[in-house]
């Protein structure tokens, strides 16, 4: 007789069979939710719904508003399209996930794609959501796994599980194939129901689903041509190089050629900051360049590399930054938790800063404020004048809103948008979100430069991203110029630096799974030593050792 156990789901105790599963449990309470059950929750810890409960317990049952669920339910969508395309146009055809898009996430395809190809998948995938197919959990020999793939010609995911040391590892089964995902997975296709698909171009289309940020509603799709055609060259030069996986950047590495990748792509940086500078110094009339980016995107090293480049056409850059013109400590705005907001738009004395840069263009001699963030007041302790060879760049997270500085011709001035996309995969189905990689940044840098603990910037993380949403990227279409500040070999190199700081989260901390799927992803990278790194690098703000410090 099997035993049983109490369970208790929103405050409502169930005795079940010892070893039910989650899906099972799931089915047995009551869904008046508006989102599917994706993963079952017992204390800080994440489970699929296939895996079973074996002790009583308190279980918290996830849906896609769930940031961890989320990812989950998009890592489920691509499983489902990529299995749809195989059904409907061969195995020989495949989808590669790329990057994201809008709050969508943009998919290309090894054929030439039409509108009614894409609507067809479109009701492939619906198909498959409706019949509820389930999608098994296989464990197997590595070396299996490996041979599996070989034999199916996905060299890829095959070189994948070279670099991963596990005796075993875990598959997902949909239909009569098999697939190695990233992630946890949902039990089975129905939960996979909200979606939408938005043809693009013939190499690929926009895969939307429900967003944190957009209360689980599916966001429609804005096309950001400047932002696409920068991830875009970026992809292009990563296929040029046949640099385009985990896979390939570990064999640089193990070649010993990882020297020579990082020389070619801090020049390729320093090209496009060399030609951005070229240009804009072309145009006379311009004075003040405007620069933004979200958190980590690497501002600092990229202003003042920028302004080098400036001296090399003859001009004499002048820097400042908009916290320095943060409103006093008191009439800074708070959050709903009664925390100052110090990235609101209000946070800054907008009428001040609009007046001084007026007046600096007349060529009127003003004193600058500096703020103390200790006392919470500016301090008015250095004067500025522009010259007829000076331009000025000015950094904030405010700085591509079109309020800020509208009282300036447009000709005069210049706004450059910042991101560090990420130009690497970890293989065709399994993407690197840019936010990651800007999160291990920011890890690192809040460590060893500013005293935080690797829970500290965690548990700040989904503020700082909230802030983001609000105050950058819905003002990245208005930038003249858009720079991609990530490297391709960084990962190996903060490897070494972020994997000891993750280790450092707690198994009982609620940021505990999210330090867990930073180091999986490390993980399958090969260690590089920082020492190859140059002191001008953009790492190097992160790191340490700049130049620029």
Not at 175 to 204: D, Q, R, V
Not at 253 to 278: C, F, G, R
Not at 303 to 311: A, E, P, Q, V
């Amino acid at each position: 007789m099997l035993e049983n156990i109490d369970v208790i789901v929103n405050g409502k105790k169930f005795n079940v069979k010892k070893g039910i599963t989650f899906l099972e449990l799931s089915k047995m309470c009551d869904d008046d939710g508006v989102h599917k059950v994706l993963l079952g929750k017992i204390g800080e810890n994440y489970y699929e719904l296939s895996d079973q409960i074996f002790k009583t317990c308190k279980v918290e049952f996830l849906d896609l508003t769930h940031p961890y669920a989320n990812r989950v339910y998009l890592n489920g969508l691509i499983y489902l399209a990529n299995y749809c395309f195989a059904e409907l146009y061969g195995n020989s055809n495949y989808l590669s996930t790329r990057y994201s898009a809008d709050k969508g996430l943009y998919m290309e395809s090894t054929r030439k794609l039409t509108k009614e190809m894409v609507s067809e998948l479109e009701d492939k995938m619906n198909e498959i959501v409706k019949n509820n197919l389930k999608i098994h959990k296989v464990t197997i020999l590595r070396e299996d796994a490996i041979n599996y793939f070989n034999e199916i010609k996905d060299f890829k995911k095959a070189g994948l599980l070279e670099y991963i040391t596990n005796t075993y590892v875990s598959l997902y089964r949909l239909g009569n194939t098999y697939n190695y995902m990233f992630s946890l997975m949902p039990a089975e296709t129905s939960c996979l129901n909200e979606f939408k698909l938005t043809y693009l171009n013939e190499e690929g289309f926009i895969l939307r689903f429900p967003t944190i940020g957009d209360n689980g509603e599916i966001p429609k799709y804005k096309h950001h041509p400047k932002l696409f055609e920068t991830f875009k060259r970026s992809k292009d030069w990563c296929r040029k190089v046949n640099l385009e996986t985990s896979v390939d950047l570990n064999k640089i590495i193990s070649d010993n050629m990882m020297s020579d990748l990082i020389k070619i792509n801090e020049t390729v940086y320093s090209a496009q900051l060399l030609q951005t500078a070229w240009s804009i110094s072309e145009n006379k009339k311009v004075k003040i360049i405007l620069i933004a980016g979200p958190s980590s995107s690497g501002k600092t090293t990229t202003t003042r590399k920028l302004s080098m480049y400036f001296r090399c056409f003859g001009l004499t850059p002048k820097v400042m930054s908009m916290d320095d013109f943060f409103v006093e400590r008191e009439e800074t705005p708070r959050k709903e938790n009664g925390e100052y907001d110090f990235e609101c738009l209000e946070a800054v004395d907008l009428k001040l800063f609009n007046s001084t840069m007026s007046k600096i263009l007349k060529g009127e001699k003003v004193k600058l404020p500096v703020f103390n963030f200790l006392t919470g007041k500016k301090e008015f302790k250095k004067e500025m004048q522009l010259e007829e060879k000076d331009i000025l760049l000015i950094e904030g997270i405010h700085c591509l809103n079109p309020v800020i500085l509208d009282n300036i011709d447009r000709s005069k001035k210049v706004k450059i948008y910042l991101s560090a996309l990420t130009e690497i995969n970890i293989d065709k189905d399994n993407r690197i979100p840019t936010t990651d990689n800007r999160l291990i940044r920011r890890l690192i840098r809040d460590y060893y430069r500013r005293g935080y603990s690797p829970e500290d910037t965690l548990k700040l993380w989904a503020s700082v991203r909230a802030g983001e949403e609000k105050n950058i990227f819905p003002y990245q279409d208005e930038a003249d110029y858009t720079i991609n500040t990530g490297l391709i070999y960084e990962f190996p190199v903060l490897k070494v630096y972020a994997m000891p700081l993750l280790y450092k989260v707690k198994k009982d901390s609620m940021y505990y799974e999210d330090a867990k799927r930073l180091i999986r992803l490390l993980d399958i990278f090969l260690p590089v030593p920082s020492e190859q790194v140059p002191n001008d690098s953009i790492l190097r703000e992160f790191i340490g050792g700049s130049y620029f410090e």
